[in-house]
Nanobody
Framework: VQLMEAGGDSVQAGGSLRLSCVVS????????MAWFRQAPGKERDGIAA???????TYARAVRDRFTISRDDAMNTLNLQMSDLKPEDPAKYYC?????????????????????WGQGTQVTVSS
């Protein structure tokens, strides 16, 4: 499976942005998917995940501000971001993995995903 993120941009603090991730090479409905982000000098952190049944998990840092969704008919994963804060700038990545028990319990663990996109950059200005 191949993944390509898009939608990264520079926005002002408090603004909104929508990221997308297009899946190719297979059908997205077969995969657990997630959004991770990595700022310079920091680890890659999981922020939102969505299972094949639509159940979602969010990191505390983005809960109530970000919404992950999937459109399997379009083979696309989305991340709607609102109320962007100075701590949100990073490169955002979209990974995918076939369902497995480890993912069910730890959907925001980077090591649980084998397929990754190249990322899209988000910048927030104050």
């Amino acid at each position: 499976v191949q993944l390509m993120e898009a939608g990264g941009d520079s926005v002002q603090a408090g603004g909104s942005l929508r990221l997308s991730c297009v899946v190719s090479g297979d059908t997205s409905s077969s995969y657990y998917m997630a959004w991770f982000r990595q700022a310079p000098g920091k680890e890659r952190d999981g922020i939102a995940a969505i299972r094949t049944n639509g159940k979602t998990t969010y990191a505390r840092a983005v809960r109530d501000r970000f919404t992950i969704s999937r459109d399997d008919a379009m083979n696309t994963l989305n991340l709607q971001m609102s109320d962007l804060k100075p701590e949100d700038p990073a490169k955002y990545y979209c990974p995918a993995q076939p369902p497995e028990q480890r993912l069910e319990h730890f959907p925001l663990m980077a090591g649980a995903y084998n397929s990754w996109g190249q990322g899209t950059q988000v910048t927030v200005s104050s």
